[in-house]
């Protein structure tokens, strides 16, 4: 899979959606410095994706606000040495093979900026909405692991995950190779 040329990405924040960097973000839980960050061209805590599929995230987001809620993007283009500092990192706070289940480092979809993680999120609390419990981690992170329990909790979050999975793949997206309800991928299954 090929990274994007640069001069394809555009920040989304301007065409109006919703997002941070993830590892911006979650730079002191994953105990990376701005250094690092800075190193590898990580200056702020925008969200970058290829120019494609702003369309197709802006009609996800309308179909969203329908709900009264947005999406929110995680991540969107990463690039290899943020592939690289990212798959060091948790695999040190969390062991290769947990990080594996989470990082196709292999294919690296996120390079094509053509791959984005989204969240769900309140615009009026300006909040996330949970769509799973934590202490279900990593295994929450994937489609259906809800499914098939019946408390009101755990029917909420598969009602959440559903939508999201719903909503991304009719607008051109594909969940990711590694399954999770949060991933998804604009371009056919085949070409990763």
């Given at each position: 899979m090929e990274e994007t040329r640069l001069a394809d990405l555009i920040y989304t924040d301007e065409?109006?959606?919703l997002g941070s960097e993830y590892y911006w973000e979650n730079r002191g839980k994953m105990?990376?410095?701005m250094d690092e960050?800075?190193?590898i061209?990580?200056?702020d805590n925008r969200v970058r994706v290829h120019k494609d599929i702003i369309p197709a995230l802006q009609e996800v987001d309308k179909e969203f606000q329908e709900r009264e809620i947005r999406p929110y993007i995680k991540q969107g283009y990463r690039s290899p040495a943020l592939y690289?500092?990212?798959f060091r990192k948790r695999s040190e706070k969390y062991g290769e093979v947990e990080t594996d289940l989470l990082m196709?480092?292999?294919?690296k979809p996120h390079i094509t900026g053509k791959a984005v993680d989204i969240a769900l999120w309140d615009p009026i609390e300006k909040v996330e909405i949970p769509t799973r419990n934590r202490k279900d981690d990593p295994d929450s992170l994937f489609?259906?692991?809800y499914k098939n329990k019946t408390d009101s909790e755990s029917k909420r979050y598969q009602e959440m995950q559903d939508f999201i999975i719903a909503t991304m793949t009719s607008n051109g997206f594909y969940t990711g190779k590694?399954?999770?309800y949060f991933h998804f991928n604009y371009f056919p299954e085949d070409e990763y």
């Open positions: 065409y109006g959606l105990n990376i410095s960050l800075f190193s061209g990580i200056t690289e500092l990212a196709n480092i292999k294919d489609i259906d692991f590694l399954r999770e």
